[in-house]
């Protein structure tokens, strides 16, 4: 019985030190599982001893989204020979579903699909790394990277800084209705004139009064000049021919981008590529450094665990809304169906709250009539559907 014992012992001892098996039956698999969009379809191809190749196969994700998460997790998951890795921030539903689909062919090659992650620790992770440019710009949406494209242009040293593994935020998923107002393609499409005294009078009628008129005065005044300058540098293409009628507009002044936001966000997105602009994604901007009263840079931490200094002439918050913090919210709005993107957690606003801004209107928000839950707590908008619907007489019943 000694030597049964001993002998046993000197196996589970043998067994721990040779560490976990990662044998498979050699061969492709193929599984799928629903993203966001569709089922995401993947081939699995086995070693005895590892996972050789990860591939989608098909998917019909967001582009740029769940097209990115579908590019780069089979690479992540071979790197680290399990699917017990990070799913790209803002593309969740898809990541998911690839891990799905990969495990169901690891189980399909008589593996373990729950195997650890072996380490893919970056070479950086831990370390502070310094810079210089002359702007940094926080979040990658349209705003964000249209200012680092005008800024290039006119010889700024720019870098980008976007939290998510994605960029684009909500103007990667945006419906595409752009007000054109005081624009010369307004003007070409049968409205002469529209003053930016007429959007201020429309946003202040939609806003109850609440607005701040110094701000929205600087925006109507300005939009017709920045509208026209990305109309011209990013050549976006419209689905419609003719301006549409809004009942908040006097005056007929909305497009729709063809194929929403999407299109032309990546428009943008590689003229800042093709300018050499760097993106940081998966680096959150956690403090804006501030040197005898003036922002001269920008804190920075990077998902592998890498900190960044940036020392900057010029910082531009373009970061987005703060619907998706509930803790930000105030009923009725923190009881509302939530519908934008994950990313809108209201970072630009603690950052520049920190530093003295004074924030103002935050116990206001907008709410859409069209729309349905689409999970616990969150929703899709159908207001496109639902206008086609009224053009051909359609009735909408609360």
């Not at 049964?4 to 067994?15: G, I, K, R, V």
């Not at 495990?103 to 370390?127: L, M, V, W, Y």
């Not at 994604?281 to 001269?296: M, N, P, S, W």
Request: some cysteine; aromatic content about 8%; glycine content about 10%.
């Amino acid at each position: 019985m000694r030597n049964f014992h001993l002998t046993a012992a000197a196996a589970f001892l043998t067994a721990l030190i040779a560490g976990p098996s990662w044998g498979y039956t050699p061969g492709t698999y193929e599984a799928s599982a629903q993203g966001m969009k569709g089922p995401v379809k993947v081939a699995v191809t086995f070693s005895k001893d590892a996972v050789t190749s990860v591939k989608v196969t098909e998917e019909k994700e967001t582009a740029g989204i769940g097209t990115t998460a579908a590019a780069e997790l089979p690479r992540q998951i071979v790197e680290a020979q399990s699917t017990k890795i990070d799913g790209l921030s803002g593309a969740t539903v898809t990541s998911k579903a690839i891990f799905a689909a990969v495990e169901d062919c690891i189980r399909q090659a008589k593996g373990d699909p729950n195997q650890p992650a072996r380490s893919t620790a970056p070479k950086h992770a831990g370390k502070t790394i310094e810079a210089a440019e002359d702007v940094v710009i926080i979040g990658s949406g349209f705003s964000g990277l249209a200012a680092a494209v005008n800024a290039a242009e006119h010889g700024a040293r720019v870098t980008v800084l976007e939290k998510m593994s994605v960029t684009g935020g909500a103007s990667a998923i945006c419906g595409g209705q752009w007000a054109i107002m005081g624009t010369k393609l307004q003007k070409e499409k049968g409205v002469p004139y529209d003053p930016p005294q007429a959007l201020v009078y429309d946003l202040i009628g939609n806003g109850h009064l609440k607005n701040d008129l110094t701000t929205l005065t600087m925006f109507a005044e300005n939009s017709p000049h920045a509208a026209d300058w990305a109309i011209n540098r990013f050549k976006p293409e419209f689905i419609d021919q003719k301006l549409q009628y809004r009942a908040e507009f006097q005056f007929d002044r909305s497009l729709y981008l063809k194929g929403g936001c999407g299109p032309a966000y990546r428009k943008v997105e590689k003229a800042v590529r093709d300018l050499g602009i760097k993106i940081h994604t998966d680096t959150k901007a956690e403090r804006l450094i501030v040197k005898d009263g003036r922002i001269v840079g920008v804190e920075a931490h990077k998902k592998d665990g890498t900190k960044y200094i940036f020392s900057s002439k010029a910082v531009l918050l373009a970061t987005g809304g703060y619907g998706a913090n509930k803790a930000m919210l105030i009923e009725p709005l923190k009881s509302a169906l939530y519908y934008g993107p994950a990313s809108a957690t209201g970072d630009g606003h603690r950052m520049a709250q920190a530093v003295g801004a004074k924030l103002e209107l935050m116990e206001f928000g907008k709410r859409y009539p069209n729309g349905v839950e689409a999970a616990p707590g969150v929703a899709k908008s159908i207001i496109q559907g639902n206008y086609r619907a009224w053009l051909q007489s359609g009735i909408l019943v609360n």
